[in-house]
């Protein structure tokens, strides 16, 4: 660790986080504290990560709000629609499960919402559409990047991944 060197691109920083995601129904997931090295602005992070990261030195402590759009996209209540429960494969249909069938030669996909008489109430936003997230973050080391760590990883390099767990 090289006193006085800041978080600037090229340079490999390690960071301490913790991370919390809150999904549009308000279910709140914690995921144990983790660590990352990456070489900033060669691994992508999200961009509300690196804007926050800028600049600062080991030691600084940041948090980091990362809006829907940076995840997962935002929910679109016009993705919610009815359709004629005759359509579909009774069998399948069960509420807070994914109903996934092929037809001609393309799939449907979509979460059964709710279940009427005569209609299916199908949401076809993406899994964990809506839901952000925000970090607490803490600079633990900067150093120079090696050539070699300069290129970009095809693995992801040190991206910053959580993956929501289906509430249904």
């Known amino acids: 660790m090289t006193e006085g060197l800041q978080v600037k691109p090229c340079m490999k920083v390690t960071i301490a986080f913790q991370l919390k995601t809150v999904s549009p129904d308000g279910t709140v997931r914690e995921a144990p504290p983790g660590s990352c090295t990456f070489v900033y602005g060669v691994d992508v992070q999200y961009p509300s990560v690196e804007a926050a990261l800028m600049n600062k030195r080991v030691g600084d402590r940041v948090s ?35 109903y996934r069938e092929m037809r001609n030669r393309s799939l449907v996909e979509f979460l059964v919402r709710d279940l009427r008489d005569d209609v299916v109430v199908a949401d076809f936003n993406r899994p964990g559409a809506g839901t952000y997230a925000e970090f607490d973050i803490e600079v633990t080391d900067i150093c120079e990047a090696s050539q070699k760590e300069l290129r970009p990883s095809c693995a992801g390099g040190g991206r910053l991944v959580f993956y929501p767990q289906n509430s249904a």
């Open 64 to 98: 980091v709000y990362v809006p829907p759009e940076e995840i997962f996209g935002p929910y679109d209540p016009e993705l919610v629609r009815e359709l004629p429960r005759s359509d579909y494969k009774p069998e399948r249909l069960k509420v807070g499960k994914v």
